[in-house]
């Protein structure tokens, strides 16, 4: 019976109609078994039963593997069995964490550019194919399905391009270079508050502490300073407020699921089941717990403006409440809800993975290190480097060897390498890599950790972190690679706080630099050695163990 269970749950995920058919005739079958079983008592055995059963579970099953084997569009592009008849298995490798390795074996082993990952989609990994999957009309596919960040939609979510571009203009001002520069000031207070609680802490008593942690900290008081109007203590109190970094990772893994298997997730939202596939503020934890935490803010925020007490606000949150389209029309509570999820989802804890990666990438090697910090104790001798916080501008302009470190960490690690994928459409021109045509109606994706590995673009040493690669040819090198990186997503879809995190990371790890000398401790049971940690579409550090001694810096805020 085990078996049967485990076929009846495959089929079920693959082909819900099925399960919910297989499960009413079950019903109705058990109500007629008792008046007829005098007439066929001798033939209800228990094995005839499970026979029965087992050729009503297969059979659906059976066809399902022959129909995407030899039948379907994409039966002719290399992938994994069970991946080309199933969600189930690329579901599975990234519960596991697995997926991007995975997805890499794969394609070294069969030799081929395009990997069937799932029964209608293709994994594309080239750089040089970024432009023709993610162009200015492609439509998003239904793993952004909606649901995980409560009932609205973000723009994240929005899957027809002319939907999406219309709420993109309503939003996307206040994301700006040019807005977000005026909030350098704050952000300034955050860092060398930062700087100092990271003495206070652990250089003056020599102790060793987790920087995955403290970057994570810095990086979720700048996104609630901007997006809310105030930092919500994580560097002050030197803790997870409320835990809420931890509870974001819960609810990366619930998306990468839901993500994974969405036609099973669409047919579930149709039945009475569906609420409960709704992100909700009654949840115990993960998303559910970040709604209640919005609510909150919202609800705030909501009474300042009754009480007409907001009129100096310039925060993100200000800015959606403010927004109205041609019409006049303010945006719906749910979307606003939305967009402060994802403020919270792609906005604090990727810019923090990006700040670990630096430290990771460069305190493991010597020679980049001592190369960067001489560039920026130079620049701040050459008073190229306004103190005690340079601006990000001065930054970019005056310490190149210093910028292409933080790309190259974006390069090596983004924070959201897994896929993102796109629907081929029949109204466009027709999708072809390398000489093959992809069906319409396919799911075609890359993934920013592959894209961005790419030896075609990036050199027969592309899995290496080597910054000098940015800088190389007079910085045409380094022009063509800003093009294909897909850090930040690709296209008129990129991320909208790409500004934001750039401006942080010109200031917040080069401020480290200049305050401390770290070095990482030697693995041991106390102090592990620095590890990436793939959850749904997400990555993030842990254990990136240190000590720190501080320089001794004339003028330096301390």
């Not at 939003?171 to 270079?177: K, R």
Request: glycine share 8%; charged share 25%; net charge neutral.
């Amino acid at each position: 019976m085990g078996a049967l269970v485990r076929c009846q749950i495959l089929v079920g995920l693959a082909r819900p109609e099925v399960f919910v058919r297989l499960a009413w005739g079950w019903r109705v079958g058990r109500r007629k078994l008792s008046a007829q079983s005098e007439r066929f008592g001798p033939y209800l055995t228990g094995t005839n039963l499970a026979g029965g059963l087992a050729i009503a579970l297969l059979v659906p099953f059976i066809y399902q593997i022959i129909y995407y084997r030899f039948f379907h569009p994409l039966k002719d592009f290399d992938g994994p069995f069970w991946g080309s008849v199933t969600r189930l298995w690329h579901t599975y490798q990234n519960i596991r964490g697995i997926e991007l390795e995975t997805y890499d074996r794969l394609l070294k082993e069969k030799n081929t550019t395009i990997l069937r990952i799932s029964p209608t989609e293709l994994l594309i990994p080239s750089a040089l194919s970024l432009p023709h999957i993610y162009h200015r009309q492609a439509v998003k596919t239904k793993w952004y399905v909606t649901g995980a960040l409560g009932p609205g939609e973000s723009v994240f979510n929005m899957q027809q391009h002319s939907h999406h571009a219309h709420f993109r203009r309503l939003i996307a001002g206040p994301y700006s270079m040019s807005k977000m520069v005026k909030n350098e000031p704050l952000i300034d207070d955050i860092i060398i508050a930062w700087i100092k609680k990271l003495d206070e802490m652990f250089a003056q008593q020599n102790k060793a502490f987790d920087m995955s942690r403290w970057a994570t900290f810095a990086a979720f008081d700048v996104i609630s300073l901007v997006g809310f109007g105030e930092a919500f203590g994580f560097v002050d109190t030197a803790t997870d407020v409320d835990d809420l970094i931890e509870e974001l990772h819960k609810g990366f893994f619930y998306f990468g699921i839901v993500g994974r298997m969405y036609p099973f997730v669409e047919f579930i939202k149709k039945t009475w089941l569906g609420r409960f596939l709704v992100s909700n503020e009654k949840d115990k934890g993960g998303m559910g717990f970040l709604i209640r935490w919005t609510n909150r803010i919202m609800k705030a925020r909501q009474k300042e403006i009754a009480e007409g007490k907001n009129n100096d606000r310039v925060d993100l949150l200000q800015s959606f409440y403010e927004a109205r389209d041609a019409d006049g029309q303010p945006l719906t509570e749910d979307h606003i809800r939305a967009e402060c999820m994802l403020l919270f989802t792609a906005g604090a804890d990727t810019t923090g993975t990006t700040m670990g990666a630096m430290m990771a990438y460069l305190l493991s090697n010597p020679t980049v290190y001592a190369k960067m910090i001489g560039e920026i104790d130079a620049a701040f001798e050459r008073g190229v480097l306004s103190s005690p916080v340079p601006a990000a501008s001065e930054v970019s302009k005056n310490c190149p060897y210093y910028v292409a470190c933080v790309k190259e960490s974006l390069r090596l690690c983004p924070s959201a390498p897994n896929i993102f994928p796109r629907l081929v459409q029949a109204d466009h021109a027709p999708l072809v890599i390398d000489g093959k045509t992809i069906p319409v109606g396919t799911e075609v994706t890359s993934t920013a950790y592959m894209a961005n590995r790419d030896p075609a673009v990036y050199g027969k040493d592309a899995e290496e972190f080597r910054p000098e690669r940015w800088l190389e040819d007079d910085g045409e090198a380094g022009k063509v690679f800003d093009k294909y990186l897909a850090t930040f997503g690709y296209g008129t879809r990129s991320c909208l706080g790409k500004d934001l995190a750039m401006i942080e990371l010109m200031k917040t790890p080069l401020m480290f630099f200049r305050a401390f000398n770290p070095r990482l401790c030697l693995p041991s049971k106390e102090t592990p050695s620095p590890k990436r940690i793939l959850v749904g579409a997400m990555f993030y550090w842990d254990d990136i163990w240190m000590k720190l001694e501080k320089r001794e810096i004339p003028g330096f805020p301390w």
